[in-house]
C-alpha cells in the first residue's frame, strides 16, 4: 500500500509541478530552434533621405482664396543641425542635387479672414517611397500655432490616406513622424516583382480657426523614410516579368 501510495503522490507532484511551470514541459523536441525566429528575421529595415527640398519648381501649393494667399519657395539654410547624414534613395524621389542640401522650403500664408481651411503643398508629381513603408518623417520649423500638419499618401492599389504628423504647436526646429497604418496595401503577395511602398501626394496643413490670422510661416527639411527592403532585395534576378 505504502508503495502505491508514494507512486501516486509522486504523480500528483509531477501534475501539480506542470501546472507551476508551463515552460518547462511546452518544448517541442522535434522544433527547429533556427527556425523560430525567421518571421522577424526576413526583414531589412533601413532609413533613408527622401528629398531635401533643393529644387524650388518642384513644389507648389495650393490654398483656397477666400481664406487666403499662400507661397512656396526655397531659402537658403542648412535647416535643423540635429538631422544626420544618411544615403539618399536612389530614383524619381530625389533631387538631382541633394548633395548640396543648402535649402529649405518655405511656406507662407496670409490670412483673409478666420476660418477652417486646408492648405496643400504638392510635389509636381507623387514621390514614390519603394519597399514596405514604415514611417515617414520630415524637419519641420513652427511658428507655435494650433495648425495641424498632415501627409497624404496613395498606396499601390489606389487608396489614398492622410496620416497625421502633429500639430505646429512649437518654436523652432523638431522632427515629425507619421507612422503608415497596416490597412494600406503597399504590396501585392502574389507576385515579387511588381512595385511596392507607397506614394507622397502632398503635405495637408489644417488651418485652425485660432491663429487663422495674419501671416504665418512654416518650413520643412529633410524628407526621410523608414522602410522593410527585404522584398525588393530578396527577388531573384532571374525571376520572369509579368509584364505580357
Do not use: C
Amino acid at each position: 500500500m505504502n508503495k502505491y501510495r508514494v507512486t501516486l503522490l509522486s504523480f500528483l507532484s509531477l501534475i501539480l509541478l506542470s501546472f507551476a511551470n508551463p515552460v518547462l514541459f511546452a518544448q517541442d523536441a522535434g522544433a527547429d530552434p533556427t527556425s523560430l525566429e525567421q518571421t522577424q528575421a526576413q526583414q531589412s529595415i533601413k532609413e533613408t533621405a527622401i528629398r531635401s527640398f533643393e529644387d524650388e519648381g518642384f513644389w507648389r501649393g495650393y490654398f483656397s482664396r477666400d481664406n487666403g494667399l499662400i507661397q512656396v519657395r526655397t531659402r537658403i539654410s542648412a535647416g535643423p543641425q540635429a538631422k544626420p547624414v544618411l544615403e539618399t534613395v536612389e530614383g524619381e524621389g530625389d533631387d538631382s542635387s541633394a548633395s548640396e542640401d543648402s535649402h529649405i522650403l518655405g511656406v507662407r500664408l496670409d490670412f483673409k479672414r478666420r476660418a477652417i481651411g486646408e492648405a496643400y503643398i504638392l510635389p509636381m508629381r507623387p514621390i514614390p517611397i519603394e519597399g514596405t513603408v514604415k514611417t515617414v518623417s520630415i524637419w519641420v520649423a513652427g511658428r507655435n500655432s494650433t495648425h495641424v500638419l498632415k501627409l497624404v499618401v496613395r498606396d499601390r492599389f489606389g487608396n489614398n490616406a492622410e496620416l497625421y504628423m502633429g500639430k505646429l504647436n512649437f518654436l523652432g526646429w523638431k522632427k515629425l513622424t507619421a507612422t503608415v497604418p497596416p490597412y494600406l496595401k503597399q504590396r501585392d503577395f502574389h507576385y515579387s516583382n511588381t512595385g511596392t511602398g507607397l506614394l507622397i501626394e502632398s503635405f495637408k496643413i489644417e488651418t485652425s480657426l485660432k491663429d487663422s490670422l495674419g501671416t504665418f510661416y512654416v518650413y520643412f527639411d529633410d524628407l526621410r523614410a523608414t522602410t522593410d527592403l527585404f522584398g525588393t532585395d530578396a527577388k531573384d534576378p532571374d525571376d520572369p516579368s509579368d509584364n505580357w
